[in-house]
Nanobody, 126 residues
Framework: QVQLVESGGGLVQSGGSLRLSCAVS????????IGWSRQAPGKGREGVSC????????YYLDSVKGRFTISRDNAKNTVYLQMNSLKPEDTAVYYC???????????????????WGQGTQVTVSS
């Protein structure tokens, strides 16, 4: 059974950091790209970042470039999203999913399983 479980969210002050984790089971990280998306209250979902499986290429939403870093630890079956210099506008529920390898265009980040995880809340106070 394929599962992706997000964790690591919380409340942080502006300028702070959080590291989100996406723990996966039921498949190998060697075989799939993983993407992160977020959804703020009253707004649509937006793709934040993805990492490919074949060459570990990484892609980022323009507004998070230089602040967020995606990485994977295949031995631990976990993908991370390190978020630094957080801003109030980063407040959202963050989700992970296995996505198609061609994930460079984050505007159309598409889960292979047509669904995202349960999400983890990130709240950044000003």
């Amino acid at each position: 059974q394929v599962q992706l479980v997000e964790s690591g969210g919380g409340l942080v002050q502006s300028g702070g950091s959080l590291r989100l984790s996406c723990a996966v089971s039921g498949f190998s990280l060697d075989d799939y790209a993983i993407g992160w998306s977020r959804q703020a209250p009253g707004k649509g979902r937006e793709g934040v970042s993805c990492i490919t499986s074949y060459d570990n290429s990484t892609y980022y939403l323009d507004s998070v470039k230089g602040r967020f870093t995606i990485s994977r630890d295949n031995a631990k079956n976990t993908v991370y999203l390190q978020m630094n210099s957080l801003k109030p506008e980063d407040t959202a529920v963050y989700y992970c999913a296995r996505v198609f390898e061609d994930c460079a265009d984050l505007r159309v980040l598409d889960p292979v399983d047509k669904q995202w995880g349960q999400g983890t809340q990130v709240t950044v106070s000003s």
